[in-house]
């Protein structure tokens, strides 16, 4: 189909929107607008194709169930990748296996852009610094989030234009100069891709009893023909009556009885919630290797800083220093942290003997358990099996999927998030400790490990196809078929079952997801040509 500027521009600025994180928020953003399973339906609405855009973004959102930003890290980029992939799959009339192949590419561009977008930003801590040294609060807005906001999207938006538009004005030769052979082997190609997400994703959660559910729902898929979204709701019950909850463990939550005595003495709750809210729109705005987090903390803090430290230009800078050191957690957890500070800044303005280096010790303390409790319940729990659900209707062609599965992320990325505030705000880390010792988030951890790699088990079966094209024929007639006579015979979906296990096992042994992904891709393109596998 032909492509015109505006529709090439609308892509290219949509690419740039769900990189920031207004307004939803940099952990929400990453988590729902940055999802093929959602730019691609934009993608598509842009193009005049909402379903095939739909279709398309779900699919190639399988490659990256397992990819996680926990501690830093920067996985590829399944924004670029579903943008684009779906982009030139409805340009060019592809299939979505074909688009799984333009898809892995345009990711690796895009982690590069992100690495570099990381890099570039540790030149901005110098002039923040500087401004913090002056008292200039009303600045760290601007060197948080301002200024790396417009140079992100001009590079951004720059780079997807060049290659929407040579891309899409070379595509149809390619496409041509490709068919044949060729792009049927790119298209078996794609049909292997999915087994690198889902194997990816055991790694976090293929442990202890839990991976004996991968083979359960595994079973429950390729014999009884379960729907993922009923695997999800059998085993999601069956999950919870075999980890088992008691009354001890909401202890720690019963104990929450009585206020901070400081609650509300120097700031409303319409201050914590602005404060919150900076914190949770801009706490990554410019994420950097030196200070990771830190001058997002910095700017959430400000205006609780400037409210209690009004006309001491002293104590302003000094707050604000130390609230601007290194600093990386899960941005839930971190909204908690948030309010413990917020109250040991009130003790401290009340005349409490609170040193700078308990607030140093606090935070470094707390952010390391957090982020991993944090980011697993996120990034590892909620996130991927609320994505399988919507995934498995969107790649029908349900519409209302992406949109449905963005209201209830956000619902709940909210809802807890608020909830972790008030509570590190009205109770302090004393209750944020017995939280983590109680032993209720390990519980809900394998409760989401058993649910997670039951519908991981029927995920390999619905989108990962790996099927054998070797048969015997003799006068006309086939005399074997490996696929139907052995495989299917014995077990259904076996080959798609061990090419996942095979990408867990590359992976837990510590090759590199990019590595793995390039040799399933050329395994898939060999077998595709040579026309062993269909």
Not at 312 to 318: P, Q, S, T
Request: with cysteine; aromatic share 12%.
């Amino acid at each position: 189909m032909d492509v015109s500027i505006l529709q090439i521009c609308l892509i290219s600025f949509w690419y740039c929107f769900a990189n920031i994180s207004w307004p939803f928020g940099s952990m929400g953003q990453w988590a729902t607008l940055n999802r093929p399973l959602v730019s691609g339906l934009v993608v598509g609405l842009i193009l005049g194709d909402p379903v095939q855009g739909t279709i398309i973004g779900a699919t190639i959102n399988i490659m990256y169930l397992g990819i996680i930003s926990a501690g830093g890290s920067l996985p590829s980029d399944s924004g670029m990748a579903g943008i684009m992939g779906t982009a030139f799959a409805i340009i060019g009339g592809l299939d979505t296996g074909a688009a799984l192949a333009l898809a892995v590419p345009m990711g690796l561009v895009g982690s590069v852009l992100n690495v570099l977008t990381m890099a570039g930003q540790c030149f901005l801590i110098p002039l923040a610094d500087k401004w913090i040294d002056e008292g200039k609060s009303n600045r760290i807005m601007l060197i948080n989030m301002w200024i790396p906001y417009i140079v992100k999207t001009v590079i951004r938006f720059v780079i997807a234009f060049v290659i929407l538009y040579f891309g899409a004005n070379a595509l149809d030769s390619i496409v041509n100069a490709l068919s044949g052979p060729v792009m049927d082997a790119l298209s078996l190609m794609g049909g292997l891709l999915p087994a690198v997400g889902v194997g990816l994703m055991l790694l976090t959660i293929f442990k202890g009893r839990a991976r004996w559910f991968l083979f359960l729902g595994f079973a429950a898929t390729s014999y009884l023909n379960l729907g993922t979204i009923a695997v999800a709701f059998i085993f999601g019950i069956i999950a919870v009556l075999v980890v088992g909850f008691d009354a001890d463990d909401l202890s720690a939550f019963r104990s929450v009885k009585g206020e901070n005595a400081m609650t509300y003495r120097y700031f409303s709750k319409g201050d914590l919630t602005r404060a919150w809210l900076r914190w949770h729109w801009f706490c990554e705005s410019c994420y950097n290797y030196e200070r990771m987090q830190g001058l997002g903390f910095c700017n959430a803090m400000v205006p609780l800083l400037n409210k209690i430290y009004k006309g001491d230009k002293e104590g302003l800078v000094a707050a604000m220093k130390r609230h601007a050191m290194f600093f990386n957690t899960d941005h839930n957890f971190g909204g908690m942290i948030l309010g413990i500070c917020a109250s040991m800044e009130e003790q401290k303005k009340a005349g409490a003997d609170i040193p700078e280096e308990a607030f140093v010790s606090l935070k470094s303390g707390l952010m390391g358990p957090c982020a991993g409790i944090g980011d697993t319940l996120s990034q590892v729990v909620l996130l991927p099996i609320l994505s399988v659900i919507f995934i498995n209707l969107a790649s029908q062609g349900a519409v209302w999927a992406p949109v449905a599965f963005t209201i209830i992320f956000m619902a709940i990325f909210y809802g807890v998030g608020y909830w972790m505030l008030k509570l590190g705000y009205n109770s302090g880390g004393e209750t944020v400790l017995k939280l983590m010792e109680s032993g209720l988030f390990d519980k809900v951890i394998e409760v989401a490990s058993i649910l997670g790699c039951a519908v991981m088990g029927a995920l390999v079966c619905s989108f990962v196809t790996f099927n054998w094209n070797v048969s015997i024929v003799q006068e006309g007639v086939e005399l074997f078929n490996l696929q139907t006579g052995v495989f299917d015979a014995i077990l259904p979906n076996a080959m798609p079952l061990l090419l996942t296990m095979g990408v867990y096992g590359m992976a837990k042994k510590g090759v590199k997801s990019s590595y793995i992904t390039f040799a399933v891709m050329g395994l898939g393109f060999v077998l595709g040509v040579l026309g062993l596998i269909a």
